[in-house]
Every structure is written in C-alpha cells, then in structure tokens.
C-alpha cells in the first residue's frame, strides 16, 4: 500500500526481484500497470480498490510523513495517518492478510538514545503523535499486525543530502544544522527488514535504527570527505536560525535494535557504511552486501 512513494517503491523492486507476486495501490489515479489499485486513505473506505484475491501479508507505505506538513494541518493528515491507516488495517486482518506498518522513532521525544520497543510512547509533533495513535489503535488487532519503527531512511533520491552532494562538488557552500541529529539506515536495509517481517508473519514491534546519532553538519563534513571538496564549504548553522521549533529538535533518535538482532539475526550497517552506500561513495555495491548485515 502506498506503492509509489519511496519506501514502497523499493519494497516492490526487492520482492519482485524474489519472484513475490505483488499487488500494488496508490492514491493517484495515474498510477497505472498491472496489479496496481487505487487507494487514498484520506477518502472513503467503499471507494477503495483492494486486490480481488487473497494476500498473504501487506505493508502499508502510505502516509504523509512530512513533520510540517502535519503541524500545519493535523485534522487532514491524521485522516490519512490515523484513521485512513486503522480503517485498512482492520479491512486487511479481517480478510486473514498479516499487516506491516511502518512506524517512526518520532513516537519518542528524543531526550535519550537507544529507547526500547517496550518504553512507552513519547511523542513531542504532531507526526509523532499521530504514528504513536495509529500504533496504539493496530495494537488491538494483536499477532495479526507488526509494527516497525524506523529512524531516517536514506535513498539516494533525498532531496536534502542529494542536493548537498551537488552543491559541494560545484563549489557551493551547504548549511547544515549543527544541532540536529539522525542515526540513518538505507532503504535497501528497512525493506529487507520489512520482507522478512512481512513473510515470515512475525506480529509486534521491531526497531530500525543506525548507530549513534550524528549531526546534519556531520553528515555534510563527510561528504565534503568523501568527494574531496574544500571543508570551508560545510557551513553549519542552528535550527532555530532559520525558524524550527525547539520541540521538533530531537537531542537523540537511536532505537534499540535487540530485536532485529535475536529475531531476525540482523545487523544494521553502521551509519557511515549507510551514507556512503547509499550515494554511491565507495565505487559500485557488491552484490554481497547483504551478507554484511547478518549477525
């Protein structure tokens, strides 16, 4: 569900690539192929367009996960984040299909790192608040449902570090905050994730999570590294300098991976391998790598 944004983009690559037959949905009608319905949850149940057959698991990909976005407008993204997610999930498990939702590390505040899947939920944005309810909400369907929180997932599409990328080979100077943190993971690790959880039917919650946190300005030193650009480039700057509230500012976004870890037997790459690989900083993947993160 939600097959044409990022995350479930690439989750139909990899399950396509293992010879899943896949349906697919989407809310915009020009989404067409093969397979592929229309879903909007921010409409009407009756007027979706769920697969005819029976599935074996679903994911829902679909949300707005914009944290401006939902500040700005609460009521109409919780109809896609909240209600329009519960109502699916309920529709789905009801049918027998086993659900996957992916979730964020927002439901916390991010005072400390390394919060457990067990903590109770924190959240301190509306985004936060609105992933923390729809959990709340799929927690009552039982081991029907999984639910999988994710810190910042990287694809080599994201606006903000592509453009970064750009600029510092150009010769432009960046601007990353010096005060707020990520502890990414790729998208080609958090669908992997999400294939084995969905196959294997495993209900709960699971954390996808880099290691440790590091800063935006971090990040853009690295990067200024790896393709050999002047340093002087890298200017950071606080978030409050251009106008974010200091409640939206995370001290720390690592999760606990324990469970991954003894239930999957996975290791998240660290947070360097996941830059670097995901924009192609370190020559062409190996088709391996995927060996790298079994524990």
Known sequence: MGADGILGRHLVELLEQTGC??????RRSEFAGPQCFKVDLAGEAADWQLPPVPSYAAVICAAVPAVATCEADPQATARVNVTG???LARLLTAKGIFTVFPSSNMVFDGARPNCRSDEPVCPCTEYGRQK?????????????????????ILSPNLPL??????????????????DMVMAPVPVTFAVEVLRQIAERHLP??????????????????????????????VVPVSSESRGLPARAIAK???LDTSRIRS????????????????????????PGRMERWIT
């Open 21 to 26: 037959v896949v349906w697919k949905t989407s």
């Open 85 to 87: 997610t519960v109502t």
């Open 132 to 152: 923390a309810l729809a959990e709340q909400q799929l927690s009552s369907l039982g081991d029907r449902v999984a639910i999988v929180r994710f810190t910042k």
């Open 161 to 178: 570090i592509a453009g970064w990328i750009q600029a510092l080979r150009s010769g432009h100077e960046v601007y990353p905050f010096s």
């Open 204 to 233: 709960g919650v699971f954390h996808v999570s880099g290691d440790p946190d590091v800063s935006y300005a971090e990040v853009a030193r690295h990067l200024a590294s790896r393709l050999g650009a002047d340093p002087a480039l």
């Open 252 to 254: 720390h976004t690592t």
């Open 263 to 286: 239930v999957l037997g996975m290791q998240p790459p660290s947070v360097w391998e996941a830059i670097d690989e995901t924009f192609g900083l370190v020559g062409e993947r190996t």
